[in-house]
């Protein structure tokens, strides 16, 4: 994943909104003047599963409990946001992402109890809540993609040595336009290869065919 830095600016008044609704930028009846909102940007993107407003990071979970609690109370923006999340009327969950490690359901449980003192008021809903939370633990990985240190062996045993070493760096914020897009759901899935009647000698991959498509800056209508 990657970390970008947003002036409130454009988070606001240009480039990108991530209230309800688009805006127009200037009276007319086109879509040249809207500014899109953060939902319609990622429903275009194929490489992306989601976009995370960060609420604090650290080399710890520790840490990272620590700035969430700081940004979460010392006012601005922060302050606002946590508010505005927090309601009654805002449904939620936290989902506990580790990057390369597994953890067991127990564990990610102590893992979500660190951020008990958000006393978010909402209903707790697994799915399509209004409020997905994540916690990311990011360890260091290989070129293949797979964990340097793994925390467990080929007998599915725990390795002390290798479970001591601390995260590369433990992030926490509120998924932005939605819940993260899972693989194995969405446009990729439903125009795979695999679930055609016919393929053809020009049949392409369905998430390279997407990728043109962006590249080229298709729209409804393009070849009408």
């Known amino acids: 994943f990657l970390i970008l830095s947003f002036p409130l600016t454009t988070t606001s008044n240009r480039g990108y909104r991530i209230g309800s609704e688009e805006t127009k930028l200037n009276e007319g009846d086109d879509d040249k003047g809207k500014i899109p909102h953060i939902s319609t940007i990622l429903s275009r993107c194929t490489l992306v599963r989601s976009a995370i407003e960060l609420w604090g990071i650290g080399r710890s979970i520790e840490e990272c409990v620590s700035q969430v609690g700081r940004w979460t109370t010392m006012g601005g923006f ?124 020009t049949s392409m991959d369905a998430e390279l065919s997407l990728i043109m498509t962006n590249l080229g800056r298709v729209q409804k209508g393009s070849f009408c």
């Open 78 to 201: 922060g302050k606002k946001c946590y508010e505005e999340h927090a309601d009654k009327s805002k449904s939620w969950k936290i989902t506990i992402h580790t990057l390369g490690t597994k953890y067991t359901r127990e564990e990610q449980d102590a893992m979500r109890m660190q951020f008990a003192f958000l006393d978010l008021k909402g209903d707790v809903k697994m799915k399509d809540p209004s409020n997905e939370f994540v916690m990311v633990r990011e360890v260091e990985l290989d070129t293949n993609g797979s964990p340097r240190f793994p925390r467990y062996s080929l007998g599915k045993q725990i390795i002390p040595e290798n479970d001591a070493l601390p995260p590369l760096g433990v992030y926490f914020g509120r998924v932005l336009g939605g819940v993260r897009k899972v693989k194995g759901r969405g446009g990729i899935d439903e125009f795979s290869l695999t679930k055609r009647s016919y393929l053809g000698p």
